[in-house]
């Protein structure tokens, strides 16, 4: 089963929980998240599907709520 993001893209289930991990890691990478393959498994991919658009929209607003600080880092 596949799920279609907000974007058109179209996901398979190893690829979206590969994904889903690493915005969990971007967002706080002071605490690595592992996330189970078993239990992973048993979420259906409309689930999946949500989590990582949520995911996803918190991961940009984290640029856009440090945009300032990323522009001073280019006048260095």
Request: glycine share 6%; no cysteine.
């Amino acid at each position: 089963m596949q799920y279609i993001d907000s974007n058109g893209v179209v996901w398979e289930r190893e690829e979206i929980l590969e994904e889903i991990e690493s915005l969990l890691n971007r967002i706080d990478d002071k605490h690595p998240s592992i996330l189970s393959k078993e239990m992973m498994r048993e979420v259906d991919m409309k689930t999946l599907g949500s989590i990582y658009e949520g995911l996803f929209q918190k991961s940009g607003k984290e640029i856009i709520n440090n945009q300032e600080w990323l522009f001073g880092l280019v006048d260095n």
